[in-house]
């Protein structure tokens, strides 16, 4: 019974750890998609010498929403391991511990308690474990993991610095080149959304049924959202109108 209790607390910690590191990838994805969809955005931004930082930023935003994800997906006995939380829900001894563990956490002296915690752990456990299982070996996007998981891994070509106006690119992920210069086989973006939107669901679902927590991560999402918009409300590029170092065109002048 004290290793089921240390177990219990071990997965605990571990879905805390989850949570810390889902939020900072809501952070960095919610600022991201921006630079990457709003095409009024890329309209004040052009073609300019500004867009380079303003690509290093969004690429770099890109790159830490990736690592926070794949983090919580590791394998190493310091980390996140979903495979290892999977296992534990799935153990009979264990998930009755933790119903009792919650149940005893209400403070209330009902017989009835217990049962009442286990059919309403029971459906949101079956679905972190359907969840994880998509990514997992066999897994109906399992592709797309030990895709991320392989683009993580790769050690990036070396890069010419820019020493003219560049324009704002498309997607950050489908023209990448591996290690070799070749084009790479990436996950897309859409498998990254959806990816990204089913690691939030499994956090959600972990911190109810182990941390006995109510925490709509959607609504963190919206609020990164909604401050993302006013920043890069302000961005411009510096041949476009509202720059401070914005200039007309000689044509431009010689009309007025």
């Not at 079956?126 to 969840?131: A, C, G, S, V």
């Not at 399992?142 to 610095?161: E, G, I, P, S, Y």
């Not at 990164?224 to 002048?253: C, I, M, N, Q, V």
Request: net charge neutral; proline share 4%; glycine share 4%.
């Amino acid at each position: 019974m004290e290793n089921l209790r240390q177990e219990i607390e071990k997965i605990r910690n571990m879905v805390e750890t989850a949570r810390q590191e889902i939020e900072l990838a809501i952070m960095f994805h919610e600022t991201w998609r921006p630079t990457a969809y709003d095409a009024d955005l890329h309209s004040r931004i052009g073609t300019s010498y500004a867009t380079h930082t303003f690509q290093i930023i969004r690429l770099s935003l890109r790159r830490e929403l990736l690592l926070a994800l794949t983090r919580l997906w590791d394998t190493n006995t310091q980390a996140v391991r979903m495979s290892l939380i999977a296992d534990r829900l799935r153990d009979k001894n264990f998930f009755e511990a933790l119903v009792q563990f919650r149940a005893r956490r209400l403070g209330l002296s009902s017989v009835f308690v217990p049962d009442r915690m286990r059919e309403e752990l029971i459906p949101r456990r079956d679905q972190i474990l359907d969840l994880i299982g998509k990514y997992s070996a066999g897994g109906v996007a399992f592709d797309v993991l030990k895709k991320l998981k392989t683009l993580r891994h790769q050690h990036l070509a070396h890069r010419q610095l820019p020493d003219a106006p560049a324009a704002v690119a498309g997607s950050d992920t489908q023209a990448q080149k591996n290690v070799e210069g070749e084009s790479a086989v990436w996950a897309t973006d859409d498998e990254i959304e959806a990816f990204y939107q089913d690691n939030l669901e499994i956090i959600c679902l972990l911190l109810s049924v182990v941390n006995g927590m109510a925490y709509d991560l959607s609504e963190a999402a919206n609020v990164y959202k909604h401050h993302a918009k006013f920043f890069w409300a302000s961005a411009h590029g510096e041949r476009t109108e509202g720059h401070p170092d914005y200039r007309p065109p000689p044509s431009a002048l010689s009309r007025s």
